[in-house]
């Protein structure tokens, strides 16, 4: 049983985690950016640095 609390535990963590790594990417999405499959592509290969995360986020924040 303590198999299974600890499997589910590594799940929720994982989803909430990637939840939190993409946030840049579903903000452009969700706001018709003109840019956003650039800053997706930005936020998934330089994201995992935090400075291409930042960058991602102020990028998809902003009014183009």
């Known amino acids: ?3 299974i609390i600890g499997i589910f535990m590594i799940l ?3 989803t ?3 939840g ?3 946030i840049p990417t ?3 999405f969700r ?3 003109p840019n956003a499959v650039a800053i ?3 936020n998934i290969l330089l994201g995992w640095m935090f400075i291409g995360w930042v960058g991602a986020l102020i990028w998809a ?3 183009e």
């Open 20 to 22: 939190i790594y993409l």
């Open 1 to 3: 049983m303590d198999e």
């Open 31 to 33: 706001k018709n950016h």
């Open 26 to 28: 579903y903000i452009a």
């Open 12 to 14: 929720v963590g994982f």
């Open 61 to 63: 924040l902003s009014k």
């Open 40 to 42: 997706a592509a930005l």
């Open 16 to 18: 909430v985690a990637a």
